[in-house]
């Protein structure tokens, strides 16, 4: 009867241990499935989502479909793999040699003890080794002194309660106020302390043989629990789980009532467990040393949870960018011209829906439709400023925030803004060295043409002042009869005018040779005695008239000397030579800048007068010479010899002639 009973409760233990196994619903991964080992010894989640599994074949990054593993080949001195933790972008990674540090791609490495645990407190990451504490530096490991039994045991656990440190080493459990400078190291107690849970203001530790304790107040409570060569212990879903290396696991309630026992027995293939890890999904993973990893999935949906979403890769031209971190650069890259080809990937993870994550991207625009496309090449994109976004949606339709980034693309240098006004600098310049040597060369050709007419005009001049000097022999002749005349006749009065006026002439004729312009008024009583001295000399009469209509006074006029002269010697001996009455008009006026002469007679005209000429006298010449020296002192037509025509009939003759004004001031 009492060994039926023994039937009977065996059988209801069967079912019972059945209905468990069936409701906890573990799935395994192995080496079949992509794993690199299938002996893990560490499990966590980094700030994106990814799942990471520590083994004795390296580490390896789990989105919930691909497998991707690091080892010696990718970096790692070491494909033994004791630890894990995360950091802002990167991984932290113990070792029994080493500590490892992976940011993007890259691993930077640090030798130590055997690491057991990695622990962030604050701003400060210590690590568990096999001989004592060590504190992370930025480029090295400094062992922290706290006492001896300490410093020389194997640290498994580093925990800190919001005042003390908590350390659990192989033989006992410490509480310290201050893990770089201690001041209280007290030890609660002596045991192999496996690990540590802060909760509730208690200290709830695991022993590797001695159960749970729980420490309130520096006093010890202890939770016996048949699981032996306990590793760990971990809350997860208000529930205690105690791990074992050779006993499976053990949950107990938060009264640390039991619940369950998980196992080789009931769910899994082995009873070695290594780690417990609950994800931000709520699913539950188990680390084996020898059958892989398990996963419990969480069917319950959370609608609350907001995906992250970050850059996997950027490329530029099908090279990767390496010189900055894609997720916490805030700055504006700025590519080269040229290189207008750029390709993104971007990752969200849903571990327990990989293949139902949707994107959808815009590059200074609109968003694309939503696609299960995780990666954009962008190609021949033009110069510019650019910001690329990207958004992910999970299986449970939340969104998550679009992630940014700023790339400008510069421009070739021939259309940048520097480079064309450079451009048209040198242009000017060039332009202005061309425009400097033609107007260089022009004005060579205009002095020798300056010094050619320079010298013309000084041969002209001297040419005047040859004629000037050389008055008409003829003229002297009569001037010097006529004196005679006068002495002879006893007209005293009149020699002696005539005398003054001829030396007057002839004075004033030898002052005015060698300079280059006179007054109006000295030029005009030259004129005025010259032609006095011709009425004298003259056969017939004739009468003169010199008018000035000037805005200056005629002493403040500059004019060449002796330019007038040789027409008025024209209009005497050719114009009104034979007629009666004749009469010799000189105007001077001003207009516009320009001094303007004119002489007009009432003789024969200057076609008849040239008809008359037998050969090219004094006065000939001397307006041939005259017409040269006006042209050369104006560049516009400045001097016209017309007849003078009413009905009909030439009344004579009219020379006009200007000459740029020129005053004495």
Same mark, same amino acid.
């Given at each position: 009867?009492?060994?039926?009973?023994?039937?009977?409760?065996?059988?209801?233990?069967?079912?019972?241990?059945?209905?468990?196994?069936?409701? /906890?619903?573990?799935?395994?991964?192995?080496?079949?499935?992509?794993?690199?080992?299938?002996?893990?010894?560490?499990?966590?989640?980094?700030?994106?989502?990814?799942?990471?599994?520590?083994?004795?074949?390296?580490?390896?990054?789990?989105?919930?479909?691909?497998?991707?593993?690091?080892?010696?080949?990718?970096?790692?001195?070491?494909?033994?793999?004791?630890?894990?933790?995360?950091?802002?972008?990167?991984?932290?990674?113990?070792? +029994?040699?080493?500590?490892?540090?992976?940011?993007?791609?890259?691993?930077?490495?640090? /030798?130590?003890?055997?690491?057991?645990?990695?622990?962030?407190?604050?701003?400060?990451?210590?690590?568990?080794?096999?001989?004592?504490?060590?504190?992370?530096?930025?480029?090295?490991?400094?062992?922290?002194?706290?006492?001896?039994?300490?410093?020389?045991?194997?640290?498994?656990?580093?925990?800190?309660?919001?005042?003390?440190?908590?350390?659990?080493?192989?033989?006992?459990?410490?509480?310290?106020?201050?893990?770089?400078? +201690?001041?209280?190291?007290?030890?609660?107690?002596?045991?192999?302390?496996?690990?540590?849970?802060?909760?509730?203001?208690?200290?709830? %530790?695991?022993?590797?043989?001695?159960?749970?304790?729980? #420490?309130?107040?520096?006093?010890?409570?202890?939770?016996?629990?048949?699981?032996?060569?306990?590793?760990?212990?971990?809350?997860?879903?208000?529930?205690?789980? #105690?791990?074992?290396?050779?006993?499976?696991?053990?949950?107990?309630?938060?009264?640390?009532?039991?619940?369950?026992?998980?196992?080789?027995?009931?769910?899994?293939?082995?009873?070695?467990?290594?780690?417990?890890?609950?994800?931000?999904?709520?699913?539950?993973?188990?680390?084996?040393?020898?059958?892989?990893?398990?996963?419990?999935?969480?069917?319950?949906?959370?609608?609350?949870?907001?995906?992250?979403?970050?850059?996997?890769?950027?490329?530029?031209? *099908?090279?990767?960018?390496?010189?900055?971190?894609?997720?916490?650069?805030?700055?504006?890259?700025?590519? +080269? @011209?040229?290189?207008?080809?750029?390709?993104?990937?971007?990752?969200?993870?849903?571990?327990?829906? @990989?293949?139902?994550?949707?994107?959808?991207?815009?590059?200074?625009?609109?968003?694309?439709?939503?696609?299960?496309?995780?990666?954009?090449?962008?190609?021949?994109?033009?110069?510019?400023? *650019?910001?690329?976004?990207?958004?992910?949606?999970?299986?449970?339709?939340?969104?998550?925030?679009?992630?940014?980034?700023?790339?400008?693309?510069?421009? @070739?240098?021939?259309?940048?803004?520097?480079?064309?006004?450079?451009? #048209?600098?040198?242009?000017?310049?060039?332009?202005?060295?061309?425009?400097?040597?033609?107007?260089?060369?022009?004005?060579?050709?205009?002095?020798?043409?300056?010094?050619?007419?320079?010298?013309?005009?000084?041969?002209?001049?001297?040419?005047?002042?040859?004629?000037?000097?050389?008055?008409?022999?003829?003229? !002297?002749?009569?001037?010097?009869?006529?004196?005679?005349?006068?002495?002879?006749?006893?007209?005293?009065?009149?020699?002696? %005018? %005539?005398?003054?006026?001829?030396?007057?002439?002839?004075?004033?004729?030898?002052?005015?040779?060698?300079?280059?312009?006179?007054?109006?008024?000295?030029?005009?009583?030259?004129?005025?005695?010259?032609?006095?001295?011709?009425?004298?000399?003259?056969?017939?009469?004739?009468?003169?008239?010199?008018?000035?209509?000037?805005?200056?006074?005629?002493?403040?006029?500059?004019? +060449?000397?002796?330019?007038?002269?040789?027409?008025?010697?024209?209009?005497?001996?050719?114009?009104?030579?034979?007629?009666?009455?004749?009469? #010799?008009?000189?105007?001077?006026?001003?207009?516009?800048?320009?001094?303007?002469?004119?002489?007009?007679?009432?003789?024969?005209?200057?076609?008849?007068?040239?008809?008359?000429?037998?050969?090219?006298?004094?006065?000939?010449?001397? !307006?041939?010479?005259?017409?040269?020296?006006?042209?050369?002192?104006?560049?516009?037509?400045?001097?016209?010899?017309?007849?003078?025509?009413?009905?009909?009939?030439?009344?004579?003759?009219?020379?006009?002639?200007?000459?740029?004004?020129?005053?004495?001031?």
């Amino acid at each position: 009867m009492k060994f039926l009973k023994y039937i009977i409760y065996f059988f209801f233990l069967l079912k019972a241990t059945s209905l468990i196994a069936q409701n /906890e619903n573990f799935k395994n991964y192995t080496s079949e499935d992509g794993l690199p080992s299938n002996s893990i010894t560490d499990i966590i989640q980094d700030n994106l989502g990814y799942i990471w599994f520590a083994s004795n074949k390296g580490i390896t990054q789990f989105d919930g479909n691909n497998y991707i593993t690091f080892s010696r080949k990718e970096g790692l001195k070491t494909n033994y793999i004791t630890k894990l933790a995360t950091i802002d972008n990167g991984l932290l990674i113990g070792s +029994p040699k080493s500590l490892f540090i992976k940011q993007l791609t890259n691993f930077q490495s640090f /030798e130590s003890k055997k690491i057991n645990c990695i622990s962030k407190i604050g701003n400060h990451i210590f690590l568990g080794t096999k001989k004592g504490i060590y504190r992370l530096r930025d480029d090295f490991l400094s062992p922290l002194r706290t006492n001896f039994q300490i410093d020389l045991t194997s640290i498994n656990d580093i925990q800190f309660d919001g005042e003390f440190y908590w350390v659990a080493t192989q033989k006992a459990l410490w509480k310290i106020d201050n893990l770089l400078k +201690p001041k209280l190291l007290k030890r609660i107690d002596l045991a192999n302390y496996t690990a540590i849970i802060i909760h509730n203001k208690q200290v709830i %530790t695991s022993t590797f043989n001695s159960g749970i304790k729980v #420490i309130v107040d520096d006093t010890i409570k202890t939770i016996h629990s048949t699981t032996k060569k306990i590793k760990g212990i971990k809350k997860i879903k208000n529930q205690f789980w #105690i791990y074992s290396n050779s006993n499976g696991i053990e949950v107990l309630d938060l009264n640390f009532s039991f619940i369950k026992k998980i196992n080789k027995y009931n769910t899994l293939k082995t009873n070695a467990i290594t780690a417990v890890f609950q994800d931000s999904q709520h699913n539950i993973w188990i680390a084996t040393n020898d059958k892989g990893i398990y996963k419990q999935e969480n069917k319950v949906q959370e609608k609350s949870m907001t995906p992250l979403i970050s850059f996997e890769d950027i490329e530029v031209v *099908y090279k990767t960018i390496d010189s900055i971190n894609f997720n916490s650069y805030k700055g504006i890259l700025q590519i +080269p @011209p040229g290189k207008n080809h750029l390709a993104f990937t971007y990752k969200s993870i849903d571990i327990n829906n @990989p293949k139902k994550v949707l994107y959808r991207y815009k590059l200074n625009g609109n968003f694309s439709p939503w696609s299960n496309n995780n990666s954009v090449n962008l190609a021949n994109l033009k110069s510019g400023n *650019y910001t690329f976004s990207v958004q992910s949606k999970l299986a449970n339709k939340q969104e998550s925030k679009p992630i940014h980034f700023q790339f400008f693309i510069d421009k @070739p240098f021939y259309k940048k803004n520097l480079f064309q006004w450079l451009a #048209i600098c040198f242009l000017l310049l060039l332009g202005g060295f061309i425009t400097y040597k033609y107007i260089k060369k022009i004005r060579r050709i205009n002095k020798e043409n300056i010094k050619k007419l320079e010298i013309k005009n000084h041969l002209l001049s001297l040419e005047q002042k040859a004629l000037q000097l050389q008055m008409n022999p003829h003229f !002297i002749f009569n001037v010097l009869n006529g004196i005679k005349a006068l002495g002879n006749s006893g007209k005293l009065d009149d020699l002696n %005018t %005539t005398i003054n006026k001829f030396s007057n002439l002839l004075r004033s004729i030898l002052n005015t040779s060698r300079k280059e312009e006179v007054n109006l008024s000295d030029e005009i009583a030259t004129l005025k005695n010259y032609i006095s001295l011709e009425q004298q000399m003259s056969s017939n009469l004739f009468t003169y008239d010199i008018q000035t209509q000037l805005t200056y006074d005629a002493e403040e006029v500059l004019i +060449p000397p002796m330019l007038i002269q040789p027409f008025i010697e024209n209009s005497i001996k050719h114009g009104i030579k034979n007629i009666n009455k004749g009469k #010799i008009t000189v105007k001077f006026y001003d207009i516009k800048n320009h001094l303007h002469c004119e002489i007009i007679d009432n003789g024969v005209g200057v076609h008849q007068s040239q008809k008359n000429k037998k050969t090219n006298d004094h006065a000939s010449l001397a !307006i041939k010479v005259t017409k040269e020296r006006i042209k050369n002192l104006t560049s516009n037509i400045s001097i016209k010899i017309n007849e003078v025509i009413e009905n009909d009939t030439v009344k004579g003759t009219k020379v006009w002639f200007k000459i740029p004004l020129k005053t004495d001031f």
